[in-house]
């Protein structure tokens, strides 16, 4: 059998209507006051309007990471080509690439996707190096230019690289090739 303890045995709960009896041991504590969680709620505000502000530079970190994760895919690619010995030396074809740096046969699909990236090889048949020039190795200058919307990217004609244009963010990578390859 059960036994409880004399002080309590003697002690009679007052009645309390529309309280539970399990609450009887929270006797004496209270909830938050509205002071506390105005408080409260204002200093989450406050975190909440730090981590939004933010948001812009983690987003631009984040596309400019993308674009030069993309940018090596596709140089990459271009460079494996050349030295599986694509002829590009007379005149280098603007190449065009998706969103990951996939490759495409034109600027627009069928599908409707557009090439975001163009790619413009700029090649130098000979490579000055410490000890002269070498006939044997071609400096190739993979441009990357990513689309501003205005269009294809129209090329310098007295260098053949992609001419300076306003919105036109352009990326080179300088790349040895050997001339037997091209």
Do not use: H
């Not at 230019?145 to 129209?154: E, L, Y």
């Amino acid at each position: 059998m059960l036994s409880i303890p004399p002080t309590i045995r003697n002690k009679a709960l007052p009645f309390r209507p529309g309280r539970a009896v399990a609450s009887e041991n929270l006797i004496g504590s209270q909830a938050f006051s509205l002071i506390e969680t105005t408080l409260a709620i204002g200093i989450v505000a406050f975190a909440f309007v730090a981590i939004l502000g933010l948001m812009p530079i983690g987003l631009a970190s984040f596309r400019k990471a993308m674009d030069i994760s993309t940018n090596s895919r596709i140089v990459q690619q271009v460079t494996a080509e050349l030295q599986q010995g694509a002829s590009f030396l007379n005149k280098p074809p603007i190449m065009y690439f998706n969103e990951q740096g996939d490759r495409m046969a034109a600027a627009t699909n069928p599908d409707g996707d557009r090439a975001l990236y163009f790619v413009n090889m700029v090649v130098e048949p000979s490579t000055t190096l410490p000890g002269g020039v070498s006939p044997d190795l071609a400096t190739v200058t993979v441009e990357i230019a990513k689309n501003s919307g205005s269009g294809t990217p129209s090329r310098n004609p007295a260098t053949s690289a992609f001419a300076d244009q306003p919105g036109l963010q352009v990326w080179r990578y300088p790349v040895l090739v050997a001339t037997r390859n091209l």
